[in-house]
């Protein structure tokens, strides 16, 4: 297997005629590592791919693959291999011709491509399979085999274009864990696409949102979750209650906010600002597994981080409850329970009213765009 190699992007873009799918973007990624791009269909993913493996040129910017410029290079000279959604396997040929494939293009004789093909069969658990046909196998084991193929020439990056689309979601969740061993074991690099959020934060190492063209926020899952840092990758990347309030104060360790139908928010400025002026708008990020419950009805409405609210809806997902509040003032928020956390106490129904908070760690000020708010959450 030849050594992982690093990709740099630096000011690369993509035209098509009158329309812009990738507006200059700069993006390093490490040797060895599982990057993920992600973001919803028609946000550029694919597209930033097919760069990268040379199915499509670019516009402007520079492409490098192990510290060479390969911008001009033709697919075959980049040391890439590509694996895409629905495999391209070769319906006429065996696993084994099919997983070889790559070697016979490069003109290595046959025995040395069958030993090699026999074992990657075994690597993948499909030895005893080698003279079966794509058709015979199931969508899992199609997906193995096309790994394979693209794994066998060596490359050093490997790019998969929603190689799990296609798939159910229990056998979506076993080939997840597949891919993420067999990029343990090999040490390849990883380019991956994908539109499932989920995915993403499962398998990678980092995670780069992509929206309209460009990259919104890079960093690893942790990061991207717990900390996003606009509000499309909030409400892009699971469930999120975005509040946009309006500054009452500020300072190096707090920010104080108002919104109608909510106590006083209280949030952890973001690093390197604390110069918000009174008065100033800003959304706050919530997630809902940070709001905790008080089903008590003596129970306090908290002076800060915290609302009474009324259940408008319940809906149960297995080892949680997903409810939907209204404050008396209208201000809708999302909550998620875990159902072992009630212990023996009866869940909440429609219409209870129920008393909820949050700590000042769990709400996250983001960067804003107009477009970006929604009805209903405004202070007005």
Excluded at 359 to 371: H, K, N, Q, W
Aim: aromatic fraction near 4%; glycine fraction near 10%.
């Amino acid at each position: 297997m030849s050594a992982a190699k690093n990709v740099e992007l630096d000011g690369v873009s993509k035209d098509f005629g009158p329309v812009r799918a990738i507006r200059t973007v700069s993006l390093h990624v490490r040797a060895g590592e599982f990057l993920t791009l992600l973001g919803p269909s028609g946000c550029g993913k694919s597209t930033m791919l097919r760069l990268i493996a040379g199915l499509e040129p670019v516009s402007s910017g520079t492409i490098r693959v192990g510290g060479e410029d390969v911008t001009d290079h033709p697919p075959n000279r980049r040391d890439t291999s590509i694996m895409f959604q629905d495999y391209a396997l070769f319906p006429h040929k065996t696993l084994l011709q099919n997983v070889g494939y790559g070697l016979k293009m490069r003109g290595i004789n046959r025995p040395i491509r069958d030993s090699r093909s026999r074992s990657w069969l075994q690597t993948i658990g499909l030895a005893d399979y080698e003279h079966r046909y794509p058709h015979q196998l199931s969508g899992g084991q199609r997906q193995r085999v096309a790994l394979a193929r693209s794994l066998i020439v060596e490359p050093g990056v490997l790019l998969l274009d929603e190689p799990l689309g296609a798939l159910d979601a229990n056998l979506r969740h076993q080939m997840q864990r597949e891919l993420r061993r067999m990029h343990r074991d090999v040490g390849l690099t990883f380019i991956y696409v994908t539109h499932d959020q989920e995915e993403a934060l499962a398998m990678s190492d980092r995670v780069a949102v992509m929206r309209d063209g460009h990259i919104e926020q890079l960093g690893g899952p942790v990061d991207i979750y717990d900390r996003p840092e606009t509000e499309f990758v909030a409400r892009f990347i699971g469930a999120c209650n975005v509040i946009v309030a309006r500054v009452r104060r500020s300072t190096n360790s707090e920010v104080e906010c108002h919104a109608d139908g909510l106590a006083t928010l209280v949030a952890p400025p973001p690093q390197g600002r604390n110069d918000y002026a009174e008065g100033e708008r800003i959304a706050l990020a919530l997630r809902p597994e940070a709001v905790s419950v008080r089903l008590d009805r003596e129970a306090r409405v908290p002076e800060r981080n915290g609302t009474a609210l009324r259940v408008r809806d319940v809906a149960f997902t297995g080892a949680t409850l997903k409810i939907q509040g209204v404050s008396p003032d209208g201000f809708p928020l999302d909550i998620e329970l875990e159902r072992r956390s009630l212990g023996d106490r009866v869940p909440p129904e429609p219409g209870d009213p129920v008393v909820v908070g949050w700590r000042m760690s769990d709400l996250t000020p983001l960067r804003r765009s107009a477009e970006d708010v929604g009805p209903g959450h405004d202070d007005g």
